[in-house]
């Protein structure tokens, strides 16, 4: 069964620094992987969409990789601001399933201080 | 910018009553999900629909549980009666496609409350 974990479940900078969330996966059969931010009360913002067969992708200040074989991804935010402090969760599509059943982590809550 | 939306934003019951949940995907999409997130847990896949049919349902979608696409536009979850287990955040969503380029795009979810 797929499971996915996310370090560290929290995670607080000063504003400017270059940070990186983790993301680990248990079965490396997937279709895509998928990053997401979430504000409090709010719905799920796509941020990024690596597929199985990509090593990173990059959108601004974001840069995402994935290394299937290991069962990872990382998620790089660069130069960061207050206004990036949200929950930031990964998501898996595993291969063979309906592929739109994400098995999501629980995700790194970030704070970004002025 | 396309987006999907959901109504209500919140809605408050209480346990053995009927509640739909309703949503709208982004229009050219073909592929619509149920999830749902309980209150600092993880969130879960609930349902998968196209072509007017459940592709896939999790052990969370049991009897209680069913979905609807009453007309082009609208997609909607229904929970036939409410129990208190319920209460969650449930999120829509919809993809153009499916498989290794399937990106999912999700609304803004709907708070239920049971009592």
């Known amino acids: 069964k797929q499971e996915v974990t996310q370090i560290p479940a929290a995670l607080s900078v000063p504003e400017g620094e270059n940070l990186v969330l983790n993301c680990s996966f248990t079965d490396s059969a997937i279709y895509n992987l998928q990053w997401f931010r979430q504000d409090p009360g709010k719905g799920l913002t796509s941020l990024l969409l690596?597929?199985?067969?990509?090593r990173e992708q990059t959108s601004g200040r974001l840069n995402a990789s994935l290394d299937k074989s290991s069962g990872r991804s990382t998620l790089y935010i660069a130069a960061s601001q207050p206004g990036d402090s949200a929950t930031y969760l990964c998501a898996v599509s595993n291969y063979g399933g309906s592929q739109g059943n994400l098995i999501f982590g629980k995700g790194t809550k970030l704070s970004v201080k002025p | 910018e396309p987006e999907v939306t959901q109504t209500p934003s919140h809605q408050v019951t209480q346990m053995g009553q009927e509640v739909i949940l309703r949503c709208v995907p982004i229009?050219?999409?073909?592929?619509f999900y149920w999830y749902r997130q309980i209150l600092g847990q993880k969130v879960e896949f609930l349902v998968s629909?196209?072509?007017?049919?459940?592709?896939?349902k999790s052990e969370i979608f049991d009897d209680q549980f069913s979905v609807e696409r009453p007309d082009g536009s609208n997609f909607t979850l229904k929970i036939r009666s409410t129990k208190l287990e319920d209460s969650a955040m449930y999120f829509c969503?919809?993809?153009?496609?499916?498989?290794?380029?399937?990106?999912?795009?999700f609304g803004e979810g709907s708070r239920l409350t049971v009592l």
């Open positions: 690596i597929q199985s067969s990509q």
């Open positions: 969503a919809s993809s153009e496609a499916t498989g290794i380029i399937g990106e999912l795009f």
């Open positions: 629909f196209y072509n007017n049919e459940i592709s896939e």
């Open positions: 229009s050219n999409h073909l592929y």
